[in-house]
């Protein structure tokens, strides 16, 4: 088990070295930088203009400056940002929290309710309610994340009932800190419910289909073969195994998760890594750029790493291999 | 155990097997049918839509829609006035014009090629508009520009399948079939590929050509985006699937031939992985269409004046807006239904092929 | 279809004063499928006292396994319908017992092995906790560890301590077998159900389970009802043989009758497929065809187009079981005229 999980952390490097690298190459042949639009301005000289490139290192070849950023960023530094004039590592981080907080509060919930309705319609299968599950599930596979993340803002400014965006109150720092708690979980509700909306319909398919191949196992015919009563067959020895492959599919489903909280935080103004890329892309901040991607690429491999040892842990023929 | 489960009495081709399978799956047949509908009438937007995506009537800004009433049994619609500034309308009671079919309206094009000025229906009468779904901000017709859009959203799905797994499956099955150092390196890239959360990859990539360009350009450069991202999991699919029919018979047999490692993975290999990529790009369409809606709501896809689905949901992100004309959202109506559409005629696909689920 | 008549027990112990621990009249099950009934088991009628052993015999498709699960009532329903017939285990109606009732018999009387142990047993769970469940439903007072150290002992499994907390991929198919048996074996069941137990094991390890079986039968005093289509391993184990083929029963007789003098067509057929170890080498000589597919059943003697010795009349006229000398059952035209 020891070796698994150092191998596999191991893994993780390489491709994250992969991925800044790839995202430094991709930024430095987008089209100007963040002095562009300063050079239309008559009232800076072009001396000047040069002294403020070479300032942020923007005279040099695109190899010099992945070096000097590479070498920043295995210290988790991701240098200063030259659009918000900030250091760059505070504002990625308290983006990634907001990302990882998004993400994950959507997973806990799509997935307690998706696993349970899916063991259900397993169970019911074929009847008029399973139908209906699938049916409700087909429309939230369908529904456009851009379109629900609308409709809740128009929910919320017409009920006032939750704030249309944003991550918090505009009162915030004045807030006790259990008010502050109250105040991001507020904000926090509908963002949740929009990404776990489009992640649940998903789960719930996989979870029926898994449990309805499971119970069509022979172990399956051994423990009722056994005499054990047909709860314990379905939940003791069927859900046992088909929760397996959904640990799997939590992996893959990883991206799609990230990649639905990038919609999420654009359209809603959820501050995360997405929403961060967005500003950072138009503001021409191009390294604030690779360390946003990095930093979700980060997310989504650990979070694989994550899923790869649960498995590990529910399955023996995989642990004791 | 052996004898479940029953073997059908009259042994079917497995293309046979296949189509009476699809057709015995009521949603999918419905998804299919409802796809052919929705590609018509996209193919003649122009015809169907009453008015050109670009026609513009800063006169009718967020004009409400215009439910079709009955003038005897000739339907009808009825004239609206601008209560107040900015934009409430209201009906103007037993104000009626009849509709009229095939009337003259804008020019448009069909195909491509064809010049013509006759359009399904209208009333002929610029005191009387029709907006069933409502008009924009610039009071441009909403149904228009959403049957305009369609012509994006449902061809730039079809293109990228065609494109990526095109790529994915010479990729993949070169890959392969040839192993070794090839295999290792595709596949790393593949791996690279993958563990960038999607949108992040696209939006880096879309940077890196400049923002303002046509939206042809655009168009072009979006499913060039899509596919390269794409291509890497249908490559990796194809690959475990060439890894195995390498060791086939027909395969060893071709290549004591000594026919050519390309010509055997298109020839040989490939046609075997035809049912996976067939279910597979059915259901892989959506990702497409997304992608470009994502695109184009955040300002980098398809540009005014042009339609698409995701610049005209971009309209929308003022959420005053979104509570005085809710109608604005109709081309996320449109996405949902095309995108639901798609994914049951995938999931038909996907049973049918899959002997086991019958 | 009420045609067969029902075979006398082998065994002295007369039908009315007890019971037989396994009694099947006519039993029909049939496969729903797109609407349609395919008949898979058709009047199949057997009966088996306690402590015998009997075999049932045929190729792959034939009704065998239906028919064995269907004893504890295993078989997945829908797709499966019974269409008439009854299951007497101990003299009451498998058929029409309550889901409580089923589960009693299910292990307490009857336990199963089958013929993928791999499979067979739950991937997650270690193989020491399997068989003390079984314990524990059947005979709590035993469920104990020391209890399944002696199950793994009885069934040959050397080290047993070290086995308790393996999972069943950690084993060899054989040894998984030994797992299988220990567990049917925990419930103290009357009947032993082994479906093709050896099939999907190496040569080697099919004798040695089918010792296992050959041993325990001798140990401990209990019914076998073995499913197979290798009639090799028949004559070691079985007191009585039934031969099946699609969905009716054959040929029934004392394995030692039915393998000296095979009567029906088909049983040479299949006795003819088997390579033998001593006696005379012959050609071995694989059966023609396949056996029809589930719904387009021949008519008339349903091995008929496949049979060496049809004549026309075999095509129409309906086959019955009959007695042709005591204990030995035959379907087939050429005997009932």
């Given at each position: ?53 070479a300032k942020a290192h923007l005279d040099r070849p695109w190899y010099v400056r992945y070096g000097y950023w590479l070498s920043n960023a295995v210290r988790l530094d991701f240098g200063y940002s030259i659009a918000y004039k900030i250091q760059a590592s505070e504002l990625i981080f308290s983006r990634l929290w907001n990302t990882f907080l998004l993400s994950l509060s959507a997973s806990v919930l799509a997935w307690s309710i998706a696993v349970p309705l899916g063991i259900w319609a397993a169970v019911h299968k074929d009847s008029v309610a399973d139908r209906a599950c699938s ?187 | ?347 038909g696909l996907r049973d049918a092929a899959d002997a086991k689920a019958g | 279809m009420s045609s067969a008549s029902s075979p006398a027990p082998s065994n002295a112990t007369s039908a009315d004063a007890t019971p037989p621990l396994l009694d099947i009249r006519d039993l029909r099950l049939d496969f729903m499928k797109d609407g349609r009934a395919l008949r898979a088991v058709d009047g199949v009628s057997l009966r088996l006292g306690a402590g015998e052993a009997l075999c049932l015999v045929g190729e792959s498709g034939c009704g065998k396994s239906v028919t064995a699960l269907s ?97 069943p991929h950690q084993l060899s198919g054989g040894m998984q077998q030994r797992i299988m048996i220990a567990m049917a074996l925990a419930s103290h069941p009357r009947l032993l159900v082994a479906d093709e137990p050896t099939t999907a094991l190496d040569v080697t390890i099919q004798a040695q389970i089918i010792e296992l079986l050959r041993e325990l039968r001798r140990q401990i005093q209990m019914s076998l009802l073995l499913i197979t289509h290798n009639l090799g391993i028949v004559g070691d184990l079985a007191d009585r043989v039934a031969v099946m083929y699609a969905g009716q ?89």
């Amino acid at each position: 088990m020891w070796t698994f999980t150092v191998k596999r952390l191991l893994h993780l490097i390489p491709i994250l070295l992969g991925v800044s690298l790839l995202t430094f190459l991709l930024m430095s042949l987008t089209p100007g930088d963040y002095f562009t639009e300063l050079a239309q301005n008559p009232q800076i000289s072009p001396q000047k203009l040069a002294e403020l490139r070479a300032k942020a290192h923007l005279d040099r070849p695109w190899y010099v400056r992945y070096g000097y950023w590479l070498s920043n960023a295995v210290r988790l530094d991701f240098g200063y940002s030259i659009a918000y004039k900030i250091q760059a590592s505070e504002l990625i981080f308290s983006r990634l929290w907001n990302t990882f907080l998004l993400s994950l509060s959507a997973s806990v919930l799509a997935w307690s309710i998706a696993v349970p309705l899916g063991i259900w319609a397993a169970v019911h299968k074929d009847s008029v309610a399973d139908r209906a599950c699938s049916l409700i599930a087909f429309a939230g596979l369908s529904i456009p994340e851009v379109l629900l993340a609308l409709l809740a803002l128009m929910f919320a400014a017409s009920t006032h009932w939750f704030p249309v965006g944003g991550a918090q109150g505009a009162t915030f720092d004045l807030l006790t800190p259990w008010e502050q708690f109250c105040d991001r979980a507020h904000h926090l509700v509908l963002p949740t419910l929009v990404l776990a909306a489009s992640e649940l319909a998903g789960i719930m398919r996989q979870m029926r289909s898994n449990l309805l191949d499971t119970l069509r196992a022979e172990f399956v015919t051994t423990a009722r073969a056994k005499g054990l009563p047909e709860g314990w067959v379905i939940y003791k020895h069927a859900v046992r195994n088909a929760i397996n492959p959904l640990l799997t599919m939590f992996g893959y489903s990883l991206a799609g998760l990230l990649s639905g909280a990038f919609i999420v935080e654009n359209v809603m103004s959820w501050p995360g890594l997405g929403r961060l890329t967005m500003e950072s892309l138009s503001k021409k901040d191009h390294e604030l750029v690779v360390a946003s991607v990095v930093m979700a690429t980060a997310l989504l491999v650990i979070g694989n790493f994550v899923a790869d040892l649960l498995l590990a842990w529910s399955d023996p023929r995989i642990r004791l291999k | 155990m052996s004898s479940l489960p029953p073997q059908p009495s009259t042994p079917l081709s497995p293309w046979g097997l296949f189509w009476k399978r699809l057709r015995r799956h009521r949603t999918a047949v419905a998804g299919g049918i409802l796809l052919i509908f929705l590609y018509g009438v996209s193919l003649l937007a122009g015809f169907v839509s009453p008015y050109r995506y670009d026609h513009l009537d800063k006169e009718r800004s967020f004009h409400s829609p215009t439910p079709v009433r009955f003038s005897g049994f000739w339907p009808a619609v009825e004239r609206f006035r601008k209560v107040s500034d900015p934009a409430t309308y209201e009906a103007v009671a037993g104000d009626l014009k009849p509709l009229k079919f095939l009337v003259e309206g804008e020019d448009y094009t069909l195909f491509g090629l064809l010049h013509l000025k006759r359009h399904l229906f209208g009333t002929g009468d610029p005191d009387y508009p029709v907006y069933l779904l409502g008009a924009d901000q610039f009071g441009r017709d909403i149904l228009s520009r959403v049957l305009y859009g369609s012509q994006v959203s449902l061809s730039i799905g079809i293109i990228g399948i065609t494109l990526s797994f095109s790529l994915g499956m010479l990729i993949g099955g070169i890959s392969g079939y040839v192993g070794g150092t090839t295999d290792t390196l595709t596949m790393r890239a593949c791996e690279l590929i993958m563990s960038i959360p999607g949108l992040y990859l696209i939006m880096a990539l879309r940077s890196v050509f400049p923002s303002s360009l046509s939206s042809t350009q655009v168009y072009l450069l979006i499913i060039v985006i899509l596919s390269f991202i794409r291509w890497a999991s249908s490559a990796r699919v194809i690959r475990g699937m060439a890894l195995s029919l390498r060791e086939r018979q027909y395969v060893l047999a071709a290549k004591s031939l000594g026919q050519t490692p390309l010509r055997i993975v298109v020839r040989h290999i490939l046609p075997g992985t035809f049912s996976y990529v067939i279910v597979a790009a059915t259901l892989s369409i959506p990702y497409y269409i997304l992608g470009e809606v994502v695109l184009s709501y955040l300002n980098v896809g398809i540009q005014e004046p042009e339609a698409s689905w995701g610049l005209m949901l971009n309209a929308a992100q003022n959420y005053q807006y979104l509570q005085d004309y809710p109608w604005l959202l109709a081309p996320g109506g449109a996405i949902f239904v095309t995108v639901l559409a798609f994914n049951f005629l995938g999931d038909g696909l996907r049973d049918a092929a899959d002997a086991k689920a019958g | 279809m009420s045609s067969a008549s029902s075979p006398a027990p082998s065994n002295a112990t007369s039908a009315d004063a007890t019971p037989p621990l396994l009694d099947i009249r006519d039993l029909r099950l049939d496969f729903m499928k797109d609407g349609r009934a395919l008949r898979a088991v058709d009047g199949v009628s057997l009966r088996l006292g306690a402590g015998e052993a009997l075999c049932l015999v045929g190729e792959s498709g034939c009704g065998k396994s239906v028919t064995a699960l269907s004893i504890a009532r295993l078989v997945p329903s829908p797709p499966a319908r019974y269409a008439g017939g009854e299951i007497r285990v101990n003299g009451s109606d498998v058929l029409k017992m309550s889901p409580r009732e089923l589960r009693a018999i299910r292990g307490g009387v009857v336990s199963y092995i089958f013929q993928e142990p791999g499979s067979s047993l739950n991937p997650v769970f270690r193989v020491g906790a399997q068989i003390l469940e079984s314990l524990k439903l059947h005979r709590p007072e035993a469920a104990n560890e020391e209890e399944v150290l002696r199950l793994l002992r009885l069934v040959g499994i050397p080290a047993p301590e070290s086995r308790l907390r393996d999972y069943p991929h950690q084993l060899s198919g054989g040894m998984q077998q030994r797992i299988m048996i220990a567990m049917a074996l925990a419930s103290h069941p009357r009947l032993l159900v082994a479906d093709e137990p050896t099939t999907a094991l190496d040569v080697t390890i099919q004798a040695q389970i089918i010792e296992l079986l050959r041993e325990l039968r001798r140990q401990i005093q209990m019914s076998l009802l073995l499913i197979t289509h290798n009639l090799g391993i028949v004559g070691d184990l079985a007191d009585r043989v039934a031969v099946m083929y699609a969905g009716q029963i054959v040929e029934l007789a004392p394995s030692h009758t039915l393998l000296s003098r095979p009567l029906h067509p088909y049983t040479r057929a299949l006795m003819n497929s088997v390579p033998k170890l001593k006696g005379q080498v012959g050609r071995l000589s694989a059966i023609p065809g396949n056996v029809p597919n589930l719904g387009s059943f021949p008519e008339g003697c349903r091995f008929h187009p496949r049979c060496p010795q049809a004549r026309p009349d075999c095509s129409t006229q309906s086959t019955q079981l009959l007695e042709v000398e005591p204990s030995h059952w035959v379907r087939c035209p050429y005997w009932s005229t």
